[in-house]
């Protein structure tokens, strides 16, 4: 399920924009629409997974909430919509997840489906797991928070990066292998007989030397057993997200 909320002064492309929402068929969507952003800020839930967002509202602009969203909630992705295509560039400061143009009904169609294809692939990673060991006790993470995971005989190792991104490690009872078709669905990909990656950490994959490089700047051996698997499932995993 996925949880939106719609920002526009204008009920009309609101309504347009929710039937869109409302029309796709991989995923269900339950949305909210909102024409008073103070209102929706006031009002948006913990579970609420992205803001369609209109730019141009009067004196409470959609920079003005993308400004308080990013203090208030990092986990909620926004999606600026907007007639004006020379407001795209003062939004880059935000971090939008997507820019929908509203001037063809057409076009708005088709960007409303690419973007929830998208949004379903890098919500995956926000799914919960707790784990737990003797030294740091029991945590919950999201799964994009796991970096790695290492074989360590009858056990695995979870890197993990925590908020002031620093990696730390949990040893919990398990099988990698176990792992791997597990994690699968939630884009992780078995690189090594020791190392199963998670793609949304990975910046690219060195085919001359066998590593592949994390975009935290460190490398993990990269065998040719799982060459060629690796390096399907990494341009599966651009295609779906870029």
Known sequence: MLNVVICDDSTRDASQLEQYLLSYDKVPV???????????????????????????????????????????????????????NELVYGSMEFQPFYFIQKSSVSRLNKDVVNVLNKLSVYLKQHQKIILSDEEHGRICIQYRDILYIESDNHHVKYCILDDYGSQIHIKVRAVIGDLESELAEYDFSRVHKKYLVNLSHVFNLDMKNDEVIFKQGFRLPMSRKYKHTVDTDFSKYLRETI
Do not use: S
């Open 30 to 84: 339950e949305t909210k629409l909102y024409t008073n952003p103070q209102k929706m800020l006031e009002q948006l839930t913990r579970d609420t997974h992205c803001v369609f967002l209109d730019i141009d509202m009067p004196e409470f602009t959609g920079f003005d909430v993308a400004e308080i969203l990013r203090k208030q909630r990092r986990d909620c992705y926004i999606i600026f919509v907007t007639n004006h």
